[in-house]
């Protein structure tokens, strides 16, 4: 408030945005404007995005799977997220090409940042994915992916790596690529939480 920059993005972010993106100027500059008026303090805390998702999710509980979609999104893990943070996540995981999309679920397995995948990592995306499928959807699963280990089990035989071996992100990415059985596997599409978000672009 008062602040001259409240008002208007930055000619460096909205062409770094432009730039990494492909919305346009005027699409950008009301998104900002939306986007401050949710955020008056131009950020998302991990909390606000938590709320987000259990609004969306009253009968499942997402706040681990939200807690890691959070970590993913925060690029410079400040523990917010800023408009370039946010307009970045929603492009990559919305209308990117689908190799953003799987260097961004890389990031999201990745769940130390350490640049490999390992299998208890999955499991932990797994389990947290699991929460968020009603127990009515769970009996429909087939029986080799009908638990969280059953399911990181699955993934890593498709990938073909022993017990203790690590994903690298080219492993990963060329792994999902070339076999639809993993990307169907690891992928959980909140879809009512995108529709939801994409509500506030121009
Ligand atoms: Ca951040
Ligand atoms: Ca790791």
Known sequence: MGNSKSGALSKEILEELQ??????E???????????KECPSGRITR????????????????KDYAQHVFRSFDANSDGTLD????????????????????EWAFSLYDVDGNGTISK?????????IFKMISPDDVKQLPDDENTPEKRAEKIWGFFGKKEDDKLTEK???????????????????PQKVKQKLKEKKP
């Not at 005027?26 to 401050?36: A, G, I, N």
């Not at 492993?171 to 599409?189: A, C, D, P, V």
């Open 19 to 24: 730039l990494n993106t492909k919305f346009t």
């Open 26 to 36: 005027e699409e950008l500059s009301t998104w900002y404007q939306s986007f401050l």
């Open 47 to 62: 909390q606000e995005f938590q709320t987000i998702y259990a609004k969306f999710f009253p009968e499942a509980d997402p």
């Open 83 to 102: 408009f370039k943070e946010y307009v970045i996540a929603l492009h990559m995981t919305s209308v990117g090409k689908s190799s953003q999309k799987l």
């Open 120 to 128: 208890n990592e999955v499991l932990e995306i797994i389990v947290a």
């Open 171 to 189: 492993e990963f990415i060329e792994g999902t690529m070339s076999n639809k059985e993993i990307l169907r596997l690891i992928q959980f599409e």
